[in-house]
């Protein structure tokens, strides 16, 4: 495995884990306890980060394109690590919510540059393996961030946000010294050397070639945003589990996904796409509905991991078909407008769960959700998306 590219896994961890730990654990914890907020701001500060990280990321990828991911990751690096900082000396409702925004416009270039630089870096051939592999860096470090930032916040707020901030420091230095290499410091291509209207209307022509990715891209990140919400609630409410029994139950679902995205990301390398989509929401959507009328632990534990791997098999197929269906040399910028599109899906998602929950009943999010999966099954069943696309090798 080539340095640069290993780097560019870790830094995705990295950043991931920050960005975990801050949102999850820290802010609640530290903002009503320390600072003696309310968790209405604890709010409008996690709002803040992922407004900001998917209204940028499209530029981002942009210049991630134009002037290499080894830049605008070196440039975002230092604008989190900088808000870490801001975070811990403010105390004005206001300059705490704009640092959590300055963050995550700062962890905006993270993913478009990591999907850009790694998918350069690679063969055609191995574009679902090296999707999955970036999945598994998001997974880890996302996981492992509350976690250890609840051990350090046992401590003081102080150790936690050093935690945070060495990660981020950890993550510049790896973009500084080992993401080099040819194609990561730029382009001189010629889409970029046109105006800037020309370049517009070529991206246009781009999106109109693959714009029947978009409704699909966005019900995919809906129906997880349905459930982001409820789900702590429901498992502590309704499934009677304990924050140690949902902790390892989260921790059964990703570890599940670590060790099959791989293998999984290389049958996608061989086969094509479409049955594994078609495999992953149908068989996920029916045993989410068995899940909400699960009380036996060892079964709710069954049903999460056989989910976790049929969101194994979505995974990097899905990514695969979007890095094919774009051009190499604006890949970051058009995978960014996919981020944007689904983190809009995200977080219509959230809204809806959470409205579902309090109008109708508990248990129809979970409901809705499994019906927009079964939707997409048969979507990608009956239409021939790999055909209605032009898939690029390059």
Known sequence: MKLPYLALLVIIGLVEFARGGLIVSLLPTYLPHELGYSMALVGFAVSAQYVCDTVFKTPAGYLSDRFGPRTVLLAGLALSALA???????????????????????ASPVWPAVISGATHL??????????????????????????????????????????????????????????????????????????????????????????????AM?????????????????????????????????????????????????????????????????????????????????????????????????????????TKAVPGDKRGMLMAVFMTVEGLGLAVGAAAGGELWASVSPQTPFLVCAGVLAVMGVFYLLFPLEQAVTLREV
């Not at 051939?125 to 470090?141: D, E």
């Not at 950890?170 to 800037?196: E, S």
């Not at 479409?274 to 632990?297: D, E, K, N």
């Open 84 to 106: 870490l900082v801001i975070m811990y000396r403010a105390r004005d409702p206001g300059d705490l919510v704009a640092a959590a925004g300055l963050f995550g416009l700062g």
């Open 218 to 322: 966005f019900l995919q990140t809906l129906a997880v945003g349905i459930l982001i919400p409820v789900l702590i609630r429901y498992a502590r409410d309704y499934l009677h589990l304990s924050h140690a029994l949902f902790a390892y139950l989260l921790i059964a679902g990703a570890a599940t996904m670590a060790l099959l995205l791989i293998p999984l990301g290389r049958l996608a390398d061989h086969v094509r796409h479409r049955p594994l989509l078609v495999a992953g929401f149908l068989l996920s959507a029916p045993l989410l509905v068995a899940l909400i009328y699960t009380r036996s632990l060892p079964a709710i534990f069954g049903l999460v991991m056989v989910i976790a791997a049929c969101y194994s098999l979505i995974l990097p197929a899905w990514n695969s078909l979007l």
């Open 122 to 215: 690679n063969p055609a051939h191995k574009r679902a393996t090296v999707m999955g592999s970036v999945f598994i860096g998001w997974i880890v470090g996302g996981g492992s961030g509350p976690i250890l930032t609840n051990f350090f916040l046992g401590r003081t707020a102080g150790q936690a946000f050093a935690l945070l901030w060495a990660a981020v420091l950890a993550g510049l230095l790896l973009a500084a010294v080992l993401v080099r290499g040819p194609g990561l410091h730029g382009t001189r291509r010629r889409f970029f050397q046109a105006p800037i209207r020309e370049q517009f209307r070529a991206v246009v022509r781009d999106l109109r070639g693959i714009h029947l990715l978009f409704p």
